[in-house]
């Protein structure tokens, strides 16, 4: 089974400075690894994967991920936060591309001016 | 990249009342779509993987006679909440599988208030 940890349920920032989110992950074969960003009352955006290729993964709106095997985790950073990034981001796992996806709880980033 | 929409994208009906909610993948063809399901400040829990031409794998702890999933075309997957009671209020959000590259591609959502 699959599954990942986000720690901290919210994050808080201000403006301009570096943004951290954390995802640890569990999973028994090598996993595809996604952050994904909700606002609200709306669907899911991705952010970036990992899909076993470069460690450092890019992703749109300045956000990037590091996916550290010996740390099992897939923490996603920004380095200068913007207002417009306020919003739910999800870490997410499965098994292979394409197959569902296990998430979870989420951490609300709160960006303050 | 692909798109996936839902509809209707809000929907409120009474306790005991069914609603059927779609999902469409508009430029390419989905053999495979999953239904997830989000409470209010929570994540997303997967419902069930629907599949063309077949029925519908479900999650434990999911009842597949509430929710009754028809998946009759390569680009609709249907999800409809039979008897619909107040806490099956949620948001439901789908996903369709790109087979030519195996990415998911997720749709809007539909907010599902059940009065």
């Known amino acids: 089974a699959q599954s990942v940890t986000q720690l901290g349920s919210h994050v808080s920032v201000s403006e301009g400075a570096l943004v951290l989110l954390r995802c640890n992950y569990s999973?028994?074969?090598?996993?595809?690894l996604f952050w994904y960003v909700q606002y609200p009352n709306q669907g899911l955006q991705l952010l970036l994967k990992?899909?076993?290729?470069?460690?450092l993964v890019k992703g749109i709106n300045g956000f990037e991920a590091e996916f550290k095997k010996s740390e099992t985790s897939f923490h996603l950073t920004k380095p200068s936060a913007h207002m417009s990034d306020a919003a739910e981001y999800f870490c997410a796992v499965s098994e292979d591309s394409g197959y569902a996806l296990n998430f979870g709880k989420g951490t609300s980033l709160l960006v303050t001016p | 990249g692909a798109v996936v929409s839902q509809h209707p994208s809000r929907v409120i009906c009474k306790s005991g009342t069914s609603v059927k909610i779609e999902c469409r993948s508009l430029d390419f063809q989905a053999t495979t779509m999953f239904w997830y399901r989000q409470f209010p400040k929570q994540s997303l829990m997967l419902m069930a993987t629907?599949?063309?031409?077949?029925?519908?794998?479900?999650e434990q702890g999911v009842e597949k006679d509430k929710f009754l999933i028809n998946h009759a075309s390569l680009t609709l997957s249907t999800l409809t909440v039979t008897s619909a009671h107040p806490e099956d209020s949620s948001f439901y959000i789908c996903?369709?599988?790109?087979?030519?590259?195996?990415?998911?591609?997720f749709g809007p959502g539909t907010r599902l208030t059940v009065t």
């Open positions: 990992y899909t076993s290729a470069a460690t």
């Open positions: 996903s369709a599988r790109d087979p030519g590259n195996y990415e998911q591609y």
């Open positions: 999973s028994s074969v090598p996993p595809y």
């Open positions: 629907s599949n063309e031409g077949s029925k519908a794998t479900y």
